[in-house]
Structures are given as C-alpha cells and as structure tokens.
C-alpha cells in the first residue's frame, strides 16, 4: 500500500485517461507514475481483476487488481519508488502490510486496520488479504516473505 499526499492509506492508481485504450491500459500507465519504473517488469492484466465498487462521486468506480510479485519484484519495487514521477506529491511513500497478528490478538493487522484508508481501500486489502493472491518465499536470512499484491483504486 502507499500513504497518500492526503495522509490515508490507498493503492497506487487513478483515472483512466484518454489515451488509455482500456482499465488495464490506465493502470499499468498509473504503476509507473507512482510506483516507478521498476512497475514495468511486470503487467497487470485483465487476469488480475478482482472486484468494482461504486466510488463517492458521480460516474467514478473503484475496480481492485490484485497482482502477485515476487520477493525481487517487490524489493526493486519498493527501491525505485522515491524516484517515482509522482514521489512526493501524490505519494508519500509505500507501506508494507503487517499479515500477522501478535500474541496480544491485537498488534500487526488489526491494529494496521485501525489507520485511515481511502475510498474502498480497507475493503479492498481484506479482500486481497483473505482471497489472494499471495506467495510465501524463504526471504533473505531464512525469514518467511509474504509476497503481496500492488493493486489500484479507481
């Protein structure tokens, strides 16, 4: 996920422009603005759609992608982000999802689930959270990875 310039919580994306052909098109192009060019190694296709929802505002509709990355992918994601056109303006930085929960039955998600997220964001994490996709690797040093989504809004 990334923090937005507004402080919430969301997924990279935005609105499809006119020289888009199609969602996938738009968003693919939104990938690189926000997330930089390390997005390019991969295509989120038609494939990877998952759910729409109704957005707040007249003929605006939030349709969720989710994709799954590898352990390389997400890293090289996540070190050419703050080079990103939109770094710093729409997007403050990316955020790593905490999927598990502590001991306490309360730190790790649920307490990530209590910030402040966009539109339909939160639903939409929990959907992606809950049904896919996701991959576990041995990550670096022998931990467990969770290799997670980048999907849009709108």
Excluded at 104 to 125: K, M
Excluded at 130 to 152: D, N, S
């Amino acid at each position: 996920m990334q923090m937005r310039f507004d402080g919430r919580l969301g997924f990279p994306g935005g609105f499809v422009d006119k020289q888009d052909n199609s969602l996938e098109e738009g968003l693919n192009r939104e990938l690189r603005e926000e997330l930089g060019e390390a997005a390019a190694a991969f295509r989120v296709e038609r494939t990877d759609y998952r759910s729409s929802h109704a957005g707040s505002g007249p003929r605006v509709v939030a349709h969720f992608y989710a994709k799954r990355l590898t352990l390389e992918q997400l890293l090289a994601v996540e070190a050419g982000a703050t080079r990103a056109k939109d770094h710093g303006l729409e997007v403050l930085g990316l955020v790593r999802v905490p999927l598990y929960t502590l001991r306490d039955g309360v730190g790790g998600l649920p307490t990530f689930l209590e910030n402040s997220f966009i539109g339909s964001a939160r639903e939409q994490l929990l959907e992606a959270v809950l049904h896919g996709p996701m991959e576990t690797e041995i990550g670096r040093e022998g931990r467990m990875w969770e290799c997670f989504l980048i999907g849009p809004e709108r």
